[in-house]
């Protein structure tokens, strides 16, 4: 077994002695009067090429670089704008639908319009007669009421007959302007007012102040205050009043539509209400 190692060992040495013996510095130095050993053969690409090689794809590598972050940065910007646009078709989506459902609506109300439009001759051709008869009524009712304001209340109601045949004015215009006498007319019968006119007194006529009471009085006093009166209604006439019962409360009332006196009791002569017949 020592005989195995020991050749192991010599084996070793000789191959290391070999070695050496083959290298060219050790024949350099070890061998005495022999010629130098030949330079190294050069590299087939110069050192140079090499490194401007690398300093080029270091450039491209910073110009790919660059190329990927603003790709980077326009995919962003397009990703934002996208969710924008989004956010939009859906809202769009939303006001559609609730557009859909107006026109739904605005349809059947066109048909509506429609079917009213169809029937608008036959209801023009009734408002008329209608219009006629509702104006001789007004006439009718203010020839029997009290007569109180009667020219303004006349000339209302001529005015009235004169547009029913007037081209330029509407159906509508027409029927507004009958309602607004009607109205008037019941405005009469709620309010007290004092107006000045011309009333038979003594068998003449003479200047006096009307005191109207609505509908249920209407009397006169003359400018002096020494003669009063009243509409008698049932006589269709002027009925005088003694002046030592009436004087002065007919003053007073005066006084009060003239807004000259607060509101207060008076003692008037009213007739009293009957019953509905």
Do not use: C
Request: aromatic share 6%; glycine share 6%; no cysteine.
């Amino acid at each position: 077994m020592k005989t195995q190692r020991l050749k192991t060992i010599a084996l070793a040495v000789s191959v290391a002695v070999g070695m050496l013996a083959g290298s060219p510095a050790y024949s350099a130095d070890t061998t005495a009067g022999q010629e130098p050993a030949a330079a190294p053969a050069k590299p087939l690409i110069p050192v140079s090429k090499v490194l401007d090689v690398g300093v080029k794809r270091t450039v491209e590598a910073k110009r790919s670089q660059l190329k990927i972050d603003r790709l980077a940065a326009d995919t962003g910007d397009l990703l934002q704008d996208y969710k924008i646009v989004m956010k939009q078709v859906d809202g769009l989506r939303v006001y559609n639908a609730r557009l859909e459902k107006q026109i739904a609506n605005q349809l059947r109300r066109i048909a509506s319009l429609g079917k009213s439009v169809d029937e608008a001759t036959i209801i023009q051709r009734q408002i008329t007669p209608l219009l006629i008869r509702m104006i001789d009524g007004l006439e009718q009712f203010v020839a029997l009421d009290v007569p109180f304001h009667i020219e303004e209340r006349t000339e209302r109601v001529e005015f009235l007959r004169t547009n029913i045949d007037r081209s330029d004015i509407t159906i509508a215009e027409k029927f507004r302007q009958v309602l607004e006498a009607y109205k008037i007319e019941n405005e009469y019968g709620r309010k007290i007012d004092s107006y000045k006119g011309v009333a038979s007194v003594g068998g003449s006529e003479r200047e006096v102040n009307f005191l109207r009471i609505g509908r249920i009085g209407l009397m006169y006093q003359s400018m002096d205050g020494e003669q009063s009166g009243a509409w008698d209604q049932d006589k269709r006439q002027w009925v005088e009043l003694d002046s030592g019962d009436y004087r002065g409360a007919v003053q007073k009332g005066l006084r009060i539509a003239r807004k000259q006196a607060s509101i207060d009791i008076m003692k008037l002569p009213i007739p009293a209400p009957e019953a509905a017949k």
